[in-house]
């Protein structure tokens, strides 16, 4: 295993007709005309996320969680609501409450018998992953596959659903160290993202990055370059300079390069990302301890123990408080980092 965290940007099904999915939403449009309301909170919610203004979009939607309090019959906007707020907390690195909120949406989507219908698809793979960035893996595989079969059911194996799922899925399978597994599940992912989407989509990007780390874990060097500059290309040319994906595709290229011993070049890269971290989903966030942990790791190559030794000091700090101290990369960080103390490396305030 790589001591190198990459981290994925796993496209996410939105359950409600304000974030992404109008002419998908499994409840009657004439229902959602009668809640203007709700229905403004969660278009300007929609409009927070793509701006990665996460707190902006939780307190949007949670006053559209209020006004769904005031509807008769209102279990679909419940579900709908909680199921959005799960995906703010999980882009905030807020897994317990993320999780909590998913739970719910799934739960009052059984109580509406959707259980075959697109929605509760939609709902499954949401949970299933904020299971699997808990690394809770044998409770979110069931979950992804009960959500593809409904989804190759009612949108079919080549729509771009369907391609985010079984993503989604790959990923899960990288994290237990079957690439072999994950890889041609991707391959696929890919190939349907760019014929539905159009190769310049950001999930595109995604599925690139994904891939690329799979190439590199089975010695595809070359390969995997060529996939993860284009992912940053992509992400630079969707969202901008400073946006979280960026950071999240200046950190996976950093990473390759670095295991090229393109030290300078991945220092670059890590220090762009961390900047853009901090501006953007803030210092205690999952995806700053990983970059930080990164960074020591180019750092200790080069012999800068010290300077790496704070870094994972900080990232051990950041992960036992967002993703908790039972987390496989807390314990992972827990592990090196008493691994340089015993090394006796001196640190100096």
């Known amino acids: 295993m790589s001591r190198h965290m990459w981290k994925h940007r796993t496209p996410n099904l939105l359950l409600?007709?304000?974030l992404g999915l109008a002419s998908q939403l499994a409840f009657p449009t004439r229902t959602l005309a009668a809640e203007p309301d709700w229905i403004r909170y969660s278009l300007s919610a929609k409009r927070a996320m793509a701006a990665a203004n996460y707190n902006e979009a939780e307190d949007l939607l949670k006053k559209a969680d209020k006004e769904a309090d005031g509807i008769s019959n209102n279990t679909s906007h419940k579900a709908i609501t909680l199921g959005n707020l799960s995906l703010v907390y999980k882009a905030k690195g807020d897994y317990p409450n993320a999780e909590l909120c998913a739970r719910q949406s799934v739960?009052?989507?059984?109580?509406?018998?959707?259980?075959?219908?697109?929605?509760?698809?939609?709902?499954?793979?949401?949970?299933?992953?904020?299971?699997?960035?808990?690394?809770?893996?044998?409770?979110?595989e069931p979950m992804y596959e009960g959500a593809l079969a409904i989804i190759e059911k009612m949108r079919g194996p080549?729509?771009?659903?369907?391609?985010?799922?079984?993503?989604?899925?790959?990923?899960?399978?990288?994290?237990?160290?079957?690439?072999?597994?994950?890889?041609?599940?991707?391959?696929?992912?890919?190939?349907?993202?760019?014929?539905?989407?159009?190769?310049?989509?950001?999930?595109?990007?995604?599925?690139?990055?994904?891939?690329?780390?799979?190439?590199k874990r089975v010695h595809k060097e070359?390969?995997?370059?060529?996939?993860?500059?284009?992912?940053?290309?992509?992400?630079?040319?969707?969202?901008?300079?400073?946006?979280p994906s960026v950071a999240t595709a200046l950190d996976n290229l950093a990473c390759f390069y670095a295991d090229q011993k393109d030290f300078e070049r991945a220092e670059k890269l890590e220090l762009k990302s961390i900047a853009i971290y901090e501006k953007t989903v803030g210092a205690d966030h999952p995806d700053m301890a990983i970059t930080l942990d990164n960074l020591c790791e180019v750092y200790q190559k080069q012999g800068r123990l010290e300077e790496g030794q704070r870094l994972r000091e900080r990232a051990l700090k950041i992960s036992e408080k967002s993703l908790g101290a039972s987390h496989p990369f807390t314990l992972s960080v827990k592990e090196r980092l008493e691994q340089m103390h015993k090394a006796q490396v001196p640190v100096k305030n």
Request: proline share 3%.
């Open 158 to 215: 080549e729509s771009s659903e369907y391609a985010t799922v079984t993503d989604n899925l790959a990923l899960l399978y990288m994290r237990l160290g079957l690439f072999e597994k994950a890889m041609p599940l991707q391959e696929r992912a890919l190939v349907t993202y760019e014929k539905v989407l159009g190769p310049d989509h950001p999930d595109v990007a995604i599925a690139l990055g994904n891939l690329a780390e799979s190439y």
């Open 107 to 140: 739960e009052l989507m059984r109580k509406l018998e959707k259980r075959d219908d697109f929605s509760f698809a939609v709902a499954l793979s949401n949970l299933a992953g904020i299971l699997k960035d808990q690394a809770k893996f044998s409770d979110a």
């Open 222 to 243: 070359k390969e995997a370059t060529i996939l993860l500059e284009r992912s940053l290309k992509i992400m630079e040319k969707v969202y901008g300079d400073e946006h």
């Open 16 to 18: 409600v007709i304000a």
